[in-house]
């Protein structure tokens, strides 16, 4: 029977990730359009069955493959397996969180069951009685609705697009386990690594984006740069507010050529065009010069304020629920009391 | 570091608006697509050309490595970047006459690149390593180089890698973008294998005119040759298209104290907290 399969990496002792609850989420909405059951499909290592019977409510039907060597992320085991799940459940849909995992992974598996993938998908509408997914073209700048006639149509959810699912009640999805013997691999997973130094200044799940500019870095009323006093009140706020750090294509570059520049930043901090579009609840951008190309990197934070020395700031107007005309170092010393 | 290996480096790639420039979509004969889409001045696709720069700097380090850019766009679109790219390092070109806009469906970009990597004379596959963006400024989808991989039968494949970094006995380590700012570290036996690149390390190649006059000797007959491909995808449609409308009423706050602005602020970032 044609059903909605919603794939989940998942770990025996482990609850599911808020990106999960919200695919989840997503299915419902889609199946409220195209009235098909929700399945579950958990890739993982261990008894893979508790956590389906925790998805109590959420889903009919659970699949399960787990194998030790699911525990790590790497696209030629996880694509097989997904595929494998997609095959016994005999879905329609496919979808799947928008995180690094199924970003890589999905897309083989759809190709691997004959399917179609898209990504990053916003919402679901109903279109003239078939379901139409929302996502954004361009990077962030045109949004549009994908109409397929073919399937098994498989697309990842974007992070903060849908509610959670509730689950914990309810009736517990029945379990069918898929027992396949993983293909040998040429790769090895080593583990994880941080380039910026072991400070961990990206935090997804932070309600607040702090986006620092190239301006911290320039001479400021006294005639004279600080870069590293600029540094310890960025590391201060994000320590004190918990916020998570990004930065304007310019301050990366600066640390990128050598130039003086706060040392903690890398590409990985860069929102907008050529870096990353984050969710986050509320951002403050400081320093920051950029217009459209970095409007786009601050898309889906909902409340957004500024603070720049510029009252006609290009980037604020329009774009800011508040622009403070200030001076960040002194309002950064004041935020750090 | 010099290694006594060979890869035969493929990069995927297509044309993109300069990001610089204002996108309005428009429909014409019931497609959606850009304004003045064919006047719109067009770029290598900012990761394709972070791959390119990985993949000038992996040929340095090994023995007898040739790189290929299979690069997808309108003839005249490509004939114009080629201008630029020749100058930056040395490969081969082959161009792939085709629309090159974000509402085409990546199934049947992919087909048409996999379809010209399987033409390339003398690419031997199990030595392969397929490059490109890990996603472009276009269509952002991130899934045609999957796509490629698996027509091509190569099911190592990783994606929003910052560095390669190759061993002695053609083998490799991937350092992977995932999750909070980290990354994942993979030992891969080596190729064939498919590299998504993200940013990587590396700075903009400067330019060379004495390789671009040798690249262009060869890229002007390359583009002439370029086979023409419909990229129609049955059954797929983009439609609604539409820039957003949202424009905020900004409250510009002058000639507050900073002691001020930070209460204020302290009281919004605490607004909206559980407990």
């Known amino acids: ?337 | 570091m010099s290694i006594d290996h060979t890869y035969h480096l493929v990069i995927c790639g297509s044309v993109v608006p300069d990001p610089l420039q204002s996108l309005e979509p428009v429909v014409t004969q019931g497609k959606p697509g850009l304004k003045n889409e064919l006047m719109l001045p067009m770029v290598l696709d900012p990761f394709v050309n972070h791959s390119l720069n990985e993949a000038a700097k992996l040929r340095e380090a090994t023995k007898d490595t040739q790189v290929h850019l299979v690069a997808v766009g309108p003839k005249a679109k490509l004939q114009q970047l080629m201008m630029v790219l020749a100058q930056k390092t040395a490969f081969n070109l082959v161009a792939v006459d085709a629309p090159a806009g974000g509402f085409i469906d990546s199934h049947t970009v992919a087909a048409a690149l996999a379809e010209a990597i399987k033409a390339i004379p003398g690419l031997d596959l199990q030595k392969t390593l397929v490059f490109g963006g890990w996603s472009s400024a276009s269509r952002a989808s991130g899934t045609t180089l999957q796509l490629v991989g698996e027509k091509l039968g190569i099911t190592e494949q990783f994606f929003g890698v910052d560095r390669l970094t190759p061993a002695a006995d053609g083998g490799f380590t991937v350092l992977e973008r995932v999750e909070a700012g980290q990354h994942l570290e993979t030992q891969v036996a080596g190729a064939p294998a498919v590299i998504g690149w993200a940013t990587g390390e590396l700075p903009e190649l400067p330019n060379n005119p004495k390789i671009g006059m040798m690249n262009m000797a060869k890229i002007m007959p390359a583009i002439g040759k370029a086979k023409a491909v419909d990229l129609a995808s049955a059954g797929f449609s983009v439609v609604d298209t539409a820039l957003p409308a949202e424009k905020r009423q900004t409250r510009v706050v002058k000639d507050m104290p900073a002691a001020a602005v930070a209460a204020e602020i302290k009281e919004w970032i605490a607004s909206g907290k559980a407990g």
């Open chain 1, 1 to 337: 029977m044609e059903s909605i399969l919603v794939i989940i990496d998942a770990e025996e002792d482990k609850p599911l990730s808020g990106q999960a609850l919200e695919t989840l989420g997503a299915a419902a909405a889609l199946s409220a359009i195209v009235k098909k059951e929700i399945s579950v499909g958990l890739v993982g290592s261990g008894d893979l069955s508790k956590v389906a019977t925790a998805l109590a409510g959420a889903a009919a039907k659970a699949f399960t493959f787990s194998d030790a060597a699911l525990k790590d992320p790497g696209y030629a085991r996880d694509a097989f397996a997904a595929a494998k799940l997609v095959k016994a459940s005999g879905a329609a849909w496919v979808l799947a969180p928008a995180s690094s995992r199924w970003s890589r992974a999905l897309p083989g598996a759809a190709e691997r069951c004959g399917g179609k993938v898209d990504t990053h998908i916003t919402s679901f509408e109903e279109k003239g009685g078939k379901a139409a997914a929302g996502r954004w073209y361009y990077r962030q700048r045109i949004f549009g609705k994908i109409l397929r006639e073919q399937g098994p149509w498989f697309m990842t959810i974007e992070t903060g697009s849908f509610p959670k699912a509730a689950v914990g009640v309810g009736a517990a999805p029945a379990v069918t386990p898929v027992a396949e013997a993983l293909p040998a691999s040429r790769s090895k997973v080593l583990g994880l690594r941080s380039l910026s130094g072991g400070k961990q200044t990206i935090k997804p799940d932070a309600e607040l984006l702090l986006v620092a500019g190239a301006g911290w870095t320039k001479t400021q009323k006294d005639g004279v740069k600080h870069a590293k006093e600029a540094e310890g009140l960025i590391l201060a706020f994000l320590e004190k507010y918990g916020a998570s750090l990004g930065s304007s294509k310019a301050a990366t570059d600066l640390a990128a050529e050598g130039g003086e520049a706060l040392t903690f930043m890398t590409q990985l901090h860069q929102v907008g065009q050529t870096g990353a579009s984050p969710r986050h609840a509320k951002g403050l951008a400081t320093c920051c010069f950029g217009e459209e190309p970095h409007v786009v990197g601050w898309r889906f934070i909902n409340e957004r304020r500024a603070i720049d020395l510029n009252a006609n700031c290009g980037w604020a107007q329009g774009k800011a629920d508040v622009l403070y005309v200030a001076d960040v170092f002194e309002v950064f010393k004041e935020l750090a009391k």
